[in-house]
T-cell receptor, first 112, second 113 residues
Framework: ETGVTQSPTHLIKTRGQQVTLRCSSQ?????VSWYQQALGQGPQFIFQ???????GRGNFPPRFSGLQFPNYSSELNVNALELDDSALYLC???????????FGPGTRLTVT | GESVGLHLPTLSVQEGDNSIINCAYS??????FIWYKQESGKGPQFIID?????DKRQGQRVTVLLNKTVKHLSLQIAATQPGDSAVYFC????????????FGGGTRLMVKP
């Protein structure tokens, strides 16, 4: 196990709703990245937080937002859910921005 | 558990044989590459990495080869075991702030006992 935990494990939401996913990074890791993994595909980078600031963003619309807290845990918020948002959401933490990343088990989001 | 890679390319090997998984990457500016293993119900697990100033790196039972000329990466697994069955992804770091990885599509490795 990597020490990265995510909650909840599974979640079902209705189109148009909002969702918050949570991640606790490995102890001492100050960088958290979020990825979206659609079924049958590789993970896609959403954004990264470093010391509570968004440090970089992939090709995702503004309705995907996040937070990082002083203890380096993180949230991913998605507003106005669409059916295509159904995916496994992964967070990964690292000690340095270019250090080895440790992934959590993911949250499976289903939008109906 | 989670189903990962329902429609991915599949490599089927006999237990004890060597496996070679290939990956083409897209960004010639990428300077760091990683191989991940993902089992059902789990997040990707780091296997081995390589920086662009190297063309080969070896770990325990695994070797990564990098050919920058043709933007190709391969993962070799020696003496493949049933526990190696999983989906394997290569990932590239475009070299900006770091750890904002671009993943390939993945290959499912199936090991026959």
């Amino acid at each position: 196990e990597t020490g990265v935990t995510q909650s909840p494990t599974h979640l079902i939401k209705t189109r148009g709703q909002q969702v918050t996913l949570r991640c606790s990074s490995q102890s001492g890791h100050n960088t958290v990245s979020w990825y979206q993994q659609a079924l049958g595909q590789g993970p896609q980078f959403i954004f990264q937080y470093y010391r509570e600031e968004e440090n970089g963003r992939g090709n995702f619309p503004p309705r995907f937002s996040g937070l990082q807290f002083p203890n380096y845990s993180s949230e991913l918020n998605v507003n106005a859910l669409e059916l295509d948002d159904s995916a496994l959401y992964l967070c990964a933490s690292s000690l340095l921005q270019r250090g080895e990343q440790y992934f959590g088990p993911g949250t499976r989001l289903t939008v109906t | 558990g989670e189903s990962v890679g329902l429609h991915l390319p599949t490599l089927s090997v006999q237990e004890g044989d060597n496996s070679i998984i290939n990956c083409a990457y897209s960004n010639s500016a990428s300077d760091y590459f990683i191989w991940y293993k993902q089992e059902s119900g789990k997040g990707p697990q780091f296997i081995i990495d390589i920086r662009s100033n190297m063309d080969k790196r070896q770990g325990q039972r695994v070797t990564v080869l990098l050919n920058k000329t043709v933007k190709h990466l391969s993962l070799q697994i020696a003496a493949t075991q049933p526990g190696d069955s999983a989906v394997y992804f290569c990932a590239e770091d475009p070299g900006n702030a770091g750890n904002m990885l671009t993943f390939g599509g993945g290959t499912r490795l199936m090991v026959k006992p």
